[in-house]
């Protein structure tokens, strides 16, 4: 297992209610395969890449992600081994680079794609209906806080490139300002554009009730994250009184999959694979929400282009999946290499070689 440790800023930073977000930090992480002295790095017979970009509030800091990942690396042999000890809730960024660098190189080794693979496994372990992933997959532009002229600018362009929904961040500023804002974005993409609001967890009970209440005219698809993550009482009091729908992020990097549904409180849930533990565990979260009428969103956390790709596989094995918030690349200055899925029409496209890309991003590291 090897690391190579990157770092890229954001073409401008993504402001929201939590934090200004303008560089993305990580590490790509490869196992199996022979280096190029000619020394093998693992003990899978294929390459396989993967990515572990932390970003707290998600997932665990920086530091504990490197920590977690040299302590893996330390061990030469036996990923397997290593990837079960790596603790999805302690270190999600961490197992999620180690789980998409094996399942890349298993998925390889069987010559399908990691969608493919990963939808096998889930019939194969419980799962016997899950049918072939999709071959391009919705998706939603991502529009980060700002005036109500810039916003509503920024969604126009969005619906000129194809995209029919829209996430605009919210809570950020005063509640009257958002619905400045966000009135000037429906007014200028008109009633057929699907308008997702996250307030990322800023509001109060009684702020979410008021927000909820004068946001319902414009027709929003959901808002996302009204109540900080923990407060899954007081969202499922906010969903029952509502007719908004609400989707909760946030909640999910705080309380399990199962606390969260069973608390009510969702219609959709937001699932970020890096966030989760790893593309499996994600897939999986995706599915048990759709048993549960719930409906997945799969996201990144605006990652390189390694993570971005494996969020895209998994949003691919989900049937008929919602837009999902896969559209981040844009959102980068720059990238570790090319990317492999072209968005037309408001689709993302699915790499349809083996593993993540065909092995694409091996000279990476
Ligand atoms: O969902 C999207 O459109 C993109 C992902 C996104 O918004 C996001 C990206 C990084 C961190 C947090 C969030 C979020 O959904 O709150
Ligand atoms: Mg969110």
């Given amino acids: 297992m090897r690391l190579r440790p990157f770092s890229l800023a954001l073409a401008s930073p993504l402001r929201t209610a939590r934090e200004e977000l303008t560089e993305r930090e990580g590490f790509l992480v490869a196992v ?15 390459t396989g890449i993967g990515e572990a970009t932390p970003l707290p509030g ?6 504990a992600c490197e920590a977690a990942l040299r302590e893996a690396a330390a061990e030469p042999t036996r990923q ?5 000890d790596l603790d999805a809730r302690e270190t999600p960024a ?3 680079g180690l789980a998409l660098a094996l399942d890349d190189a298993a998925a390889r080794d069987a010559g399908r794609s990691l969608a493919a693979h990963l939808a096998e496994r889930v019939r194969r372990v419980d799962r016997s209906e899950l049918p072939e992933p999709a071959g391009s997959v919705p998706v939603n532009a991502t529009v980060g806080d700002g005036a109500p002229e810039s916003t509503a ?3 126009e362009r969005a619906v000129e490139d194809g995209y029919r929904c829209l996430k605009v961040k919210a809570g950020a500023r005063t509640l009257e300002e958002d619905l400045d804002r966000l009135r000037s974005v429906r007014q200028a993409v008109g009633p057929a554009i699907a308008l997702r609001v996250d307030a990322n967890g800023a509001w109060n009970r009684s702020s979410a009730r008021r927000a909820l209440d004068r946001l319902e005219p414009l027709d929003p698809a959901y808002v996302e994250q009204p109540l900080p993550a923990a407060d899954l009482a007081g969202t499922a009091d906010l969903r029952a009184a509502s007719d908004v729908p609400i ?4 909640s999910l990097a705080e309380r399990s999959v199962e606390a969260v549904l069973d608390s009510d409180a969702a219609d959709v849930l937001v699932i970020k694979p890096m966030a989760l533990g790893g593309p499996d565990r994600a897939l999986d979260a995706a599915l048990r929400a759709r048993e549960n009428g719930v409906d997945p969103v799969v996201t990144t956390t605006i990652d390189a282009v390694v993570a971005r790709t494996a969020a895209v596989h998994v949003a691919s094995a989900v049937p008929d999946v919602l837009p999902c918030g896969l559209a981040t690349a844009e959102l980068l200055s720059s990238d570790l290499a090319a990317d492999p899925c072209a ?4 689709r993302i ?4 070689g083996p593993g993540l890309a065909d092995g694409t991003f091996d000279g990476l590291l």
Avoid at 32 to 46: N, V
Avoid at 80 to 84: K, M, Q, R, W
Avoid at 247 to 250: H, R
Wanted: glycine share 16%; proline share 7%.
């Fill in 343 to 346: 968005i037309d029409g408001g």
């Fill in 58 to 63: 998600w997932t665990e800091s920086l530091p």
């Fill in 94 to 96: 961490a197992r999620h």
């Fill in 80 to 84: 397997g081994a290593v990837l079960a």
């Fill in 153 to 155: 600018a920024a969604a």
């Fill in 247 to 250: 989707a909760l992020d946030e």
């Fill in 32 to 46: 199996g395969g022979p280096k190029a002295d000619g020394e093998a790095f693992g003990d899978a017979r294929t």
């Fill in 349 to 352: 496209e699915v790499p349809d």
